[in-house]
T-cell receptor
Framework: KQEVTQIPAALSVPEGENLVLNCSFT??????LQWFRQDPGKGLTSLLL?????REQTSGRLNASLDKSSGRSTLYIAASQPGDSATYLC????????????FGKGTHLIIQP | DVKVTQSSRYLVKRTGEKVFLECVQD?????MFWYRQDPGLGLRLIYF???????EKGDIPEGYSVSREKKERFSLILESASTNQTSMYLC?????????FGPGTRLTVL
């Protein structure tokens, strides 16, 4: 059964720093990997989607990489801002999106002003 | 923009009540999903549907059922609510590649 782990569980850094969030998965036979952001008490906002054939995706200050063979993904946030404070979730799809996502438990990120 | 809406943001029900959670999407997606999110356990898949009137069990279907009579609407049903079903419920829809989530319904069962 696929398991997704996110490290660290929590992270607090000063504003302006670059940071890396880690995600690992046990079964490399994934269809894609998705990074989400969740603000307290709210739903999930999709940040980046990486197909299994891709190595990375970028959106603004965010860059996500995927190493499928080693079962790892990283989310890089450049020049962090207080508005980046949220929980970041990693999720993998095995069956092409038709059978649900398997989620990690998230990294709770706080950016100190 | 994809929009997924859920009927209630907050809901309080009593043990034994029948509870309906509604989800509507406006992007003509084939696939729809219900998850629950609990502290320390993360998000877990309850049920999903890849077509009208079709449904598949996820990881934790016990105590729940679903209904999908129209493509845009997917309902989660708690036949007899129990206190251990107090949780945040998240609906999602998607095509093959990506899932989009609604704002969530925080359900409290007393």
């Amino acid at each position: 059964k696929q398991e997704v782990t996110q490290i660290p569980a929590a992270l607090s850094v000063p504003e302006g720093e670059n940071l890396v969030l880690n995600c690992s998965f046990t079964d490399s036979a994934i269809y894609n990997l998705q990074w989400f952001r969740q603000d307290p008490g709210k739903g999930l906002t999709s940040l980046l989607l990486i197909q299994s054939s891709q190595r990375e995706q970028t959106s603004g200050r965010l860059n996500a990489s995927l190493d499928k063979s080693s079962g790892r993904s990283t989310l890089y946030i450049a020049a962090s801002q207080p508005g980046d404070s949220a929980t970041y979730l990693c999720a993998v799809s095995v069956g092409g999106g038709a059978d649900g996502l398997t989620f990690g438990k998230g990294t709770h990120l706080i950016i100190q002003p | 923009d994809v929009k997924v809406t859920q009927s209630s943001r907050y809901l309080v029900k009593r043990t034994g009540e029948k509870v309906f959670l509604e989800c509507v999407q406006d992007m003509d997606h084939e696939n729809m999903f219900w998850y629950r999110q609990d502290p320390g356990l993360g998000l877990r898949l309850i049920y999903f549907s890849y077509d009208v009137k079709m449904k598949e069990k996820g990881d934790i279907p016990e105590g729940y059922s679903v209904s999908r009579e129209k493509k845009e609407r997917f309902s989660l049903i708690l036949e007899s609510a129990s206190t251990n079903q107090t949780s945040m419920y998240l609906c999602a829809s998607g095509a093959w590649n990506e899932q989009f989530f609604g704002p969530g319904t925080r359900l409290t069962v007393l």
